[in-house]
C-alpha cells in the first residue's frame, strides 16, 4: 500500500501564498508522474500541475505564471507554490501520484485534500 499525506492548506486573502506538501510513503518501487488537481463546489475536478520523473512541468492556463510544481524525488515529495491567489483558487487540492509499487504494478494514488480558501 502508499499513503500519501498532504499539508499546507488553509484561509488566505486574495493576493497572498500557500505552499501544498504531498509526501508519498509505502510500498514504493519508484514514482512517475506527480501532481495537483483541484475541485472547487460545483465543479469537476480540474488539473492544476503536473511534473514527470524528468522534471517536465506542465500546468493550467489559469495558473500559469502564478503556481509552481517542484518535487523532491529523496523524499518522495511533491510541492504547489501558490502566489498571487485568487478567489477563484478556492477549492480543495488533491495530490495525485503515479507509483511502481513493490509488488511490481502500476498505480494511481490520491491524497486525502486540503482546503484552500481565497478570500477577496
Known amino acids: 500500500q502508499v499513503q500519501l499525506v498532504e499539508s499546507g492548506g488553509g484561509l488566505v486573502q486574495a493576493g497572498g501564498s500557500l505552499r501544498l506538501s504531498c509526501a508519498a510513503s509505502g510500498s514504493i518501487f519508484s514514482i512517475n508522474t506527480m501532481g495537483w488537481y483541484r475541485q472547487a463546489p460545483g465543479k469537476q475536478r480540474e488539473l492544476v500541475a503536473h511534473i514527470s520523473t524528468g522534471g517536465s512541468k506542465n500546468y493550467a492556463d489559469s495558473v500559469k505564471g502564478r503556481f509552481t510544481i517542484s518535487r523532491d524525488n529523496a523524499k518522495n515529495t511533491v510541492y504547489l507554490q501558490m502566489n498571487s491567489l485568487k478567489p477563484e483558487d478556492t477549492a480543495v487540492y488533491y495530490c495525485?501520484?503515479?507509483?511502481?509499487?513493490?509488488?511490481?504494478?502500476?498505480?494511481?494514488?490520491w491524497g486525502q485534500g486540503t482546503q484552500v480558501t481565497v478570500s477577496s
Open positions: 495525485k501520484v503515479v507509483v511502481v509499487t513493490t509488488s511490481w504494478t502500476l498505480d494511481d494514488y
